[in-house]
């Protein structure tokens, strides 16, 4: 918010600056002359309503009256204000009394029944904080020690897809990074980033694709309109061409079945396994389970997996990645496109 000051002049040119002047905030003082809060207000706010900006001689000095007499004839359709402190909308008052500004219809219809202050999630914050202690005094003693997840999941940014919930994983167990259509592409940093600190610092057991079906990014991809109508903000369309290559390479299975419900469940599949692999082509990962492999383990560490979440039932499905030790290599070369 622009800090207000003793010494602020706000004229036609930096109070435009700030928001639309029909709609800055305004509060009275004790001695009901003008104050000015600088934050876009809506045009039917319950404190001011539109009001018209206008001179302050509240607490200014002599001096700071002079300027404001010298300048005002500058500018035809704002006086210059002053103000000796700053003024949010909790503390707001009006002649009448104390006024907390309340959204508006509009605004309410799209906050959905949220607090515009976040105070349903800082109650809920402390009610759970209230549940853990209960459950466990040292509960948050153990949660603040160092980090030892033993699985580096990469899942969709879907509301509905719980990571901890769903797998019944306590907090601190689970390394997690998420995105739109749980994807690793090549070039995304920060995927692989997260995918390095897991292996290397982390040195997690488990890494887990999880994609969930009546995922919007798969629908989109198949050209579902619901989504895609009138079309795709740019940088989703951008994105979910990485499902849409899925959807390429696979087209021949995919345009077999006839359901378009089906078909999107098993480009689900397809995805979370496309993923998978994408993980397995990284050099760290390949490094990691060839010294795994030299060491004559039974397992290659770390294991990847894949898992699709169906939300209508809560149930999670493990999906048949099928590497062993003795197909690994012709995976890879597959992968990489090499035929020999």
């Known amino acids: 918010m622009f800090r207000l000051t003793k010494s602020t002049i706000f004229t ?3 109070i435009t600056s700030i928001a639309n002047p029909r709609y800055i905030h305004i509060s009275y003082g004790k001695d009901k002359t003008t104050k000015i809060v600088a934050t876009p207000h809506p ?31 500058k500018d035809s359709k704002f006086e210059y204000l002053y ?12 002649p ?40 466990n005094p040292n509960y948050f003693k153990e949660l603040g020690k160092p980090q030892k997840p033993k699985y580096f999941y990469v899942g969709c940014s879907d509301s509905r897809v719980d990571p901890l919930k769903l797998m019944g994983l306590k907090s601190g167990s689970v390394f997690i990074h998420r995105n739109v259509g749980n994807v690793v592409a ?14 290397e610092h982390l040195k997690v057991p488990h890494i887990i694709v999880c994609g969930h079906y009546d995922c919007g990014a798969v629908r989109a991809s198949l050209g579902d309109m619901s989504y895609t109508k009138p079309q795709l903000p740019p940088l989703v369309e951008y994105w979910t061409r990485n499902i849409r290559d899925v ?27 496309e993923q998978c692999l994408n993980i397995l082509k990284v050099g ?19 294991r990847i997996h894949g898992l699709v979440f169906d939300p209508a039932e809560g149930l999670l499905v493990k999906l048949n990645l099928n590497w062993r030790n003795d197909n690994e290599k012709v995976l890879l070369k597959k992968a990489f496109g090499l035929t020999s």
Not at 190 to 197: K, M, Q, R, T, V
Not at 286 to 299: D, G, M, V
Request: proline share 5%; net charge negative.
């Open 12 to 14: 036609k040119s930096n």
């Open 43 to 73: 045009q039917s706010c319950p404190c001011c309503s539109g009001t018209k900006v206008s001179y302050s001689s509240s607490s200014s000095s002599d001096n700071d009256k002079n300027k404001n007499a010298q300048n005002k004839g």
């Open 83 to 94: 103000s000796t402190k700053v003024i949010t909308p909790a503390t707001a008052s009006s």
């Open 96 to 135: 009448g009394g104390p006024v907390e500004a309340k959204p508006n219809k509009e605004e309410l219809a799209y906050l959905g029944g949220t607090d515009p202050e976040l105070k349903d999630v800082l109650e809920g914050n402390k009610k759970w904080v209230q549940e853990m202690t209960s459950e």
């Open 186 to 199: 090549p070039g995304d940093m920060n995927a692989h980033s997260a995918l390095e600190f897991a292996v």
């Open 247 to 273: 959807s390429r390479l696979h087209s021949n299975e995919l345009s077999e079945i006839e359901d378009l419900e089906e078909r999107n469940k098993k480009l689900v599949e397809l995805n979370v396994i």
């Open 284 to 302: 760290i990962v390949q490094k990691r389970r060839e010294t795994n492999r030299l060491q004559s383990h039974q397992y290659l560490l770390p």
